[in-house]
């Protein structure tokens, strides 16, 4: 029997995102990494934000949302947050539900000075480096990334 093509969309849906993601998948493995990298640095984040006012988008999206842009060379901030809300694995990565709105690409420009400070990348890369996954997989990798001076990473340059 011919399935039938739909062209509207269903007003509710029971999908989780988590059961969209294929097991094996290597983003998996760096999420978990990247989440407990950044629990580290929970304390460093409350005290760049003020206790009242409207609440902020977190700054650990922002942050999963940099490396995603990095992992996969996407060039503008607007090509990533397009790509943010079309694709469900980069939003699961960043930790949206498919309901969710995706913050606009000018928040980064808005953040960069406040996330990506010397203190705040560094912590990031340290607390990333210093899990016992990463160090046991990737020595060298530490003693590379913490010398002074740009590195490249396939053509890149990255401060």
Not at 109 to 133: C, H, M, V, W, Y
């Amino acid at each position: 029997m011919r399935g039938e093509d739909r062209t509207s969309g269903t007003l509710f849906s029971y999908v989780d995102i988590e059961g969209r993601i294929p097991a094996r998948h290597p983003l998996r493995a760096m999420r978990r990494l990247t989440n407990a990298a950044l629990a580290n640095l929970d304390g460093a984040f409350s005290a760049l934000y003020e206790g009242c006012g409207r609440p902020s988008i977190p700054p650990e999206r922002l942050l999963r949302a940099t490396l995603l842009q990095l992992l996969y060379s996407i060039r503008s901030e607007r090509q990533l947050v397009e790509r943010i809300e079309f694709d469900l694995l980069f939003r699961w990565f960043v930790g949206l539900s498919i309901d969710e709105k995706v913050f606009d690409a000018s928040t980064f420009s808005k953040n960069r000075d406040r996330l990506l400070t010397q203190e705040i990348a560094q912590g990031f890369l340290s607390s990333l480096l210093g899990l016992p996954e990463v160090s046991a997989r990737a020595p060298g990798l530490r003693r590379s990334l913490r010398r002074p001076g740009p590195r490249r990473v396939s053509g890149a340059i990255l401060a």
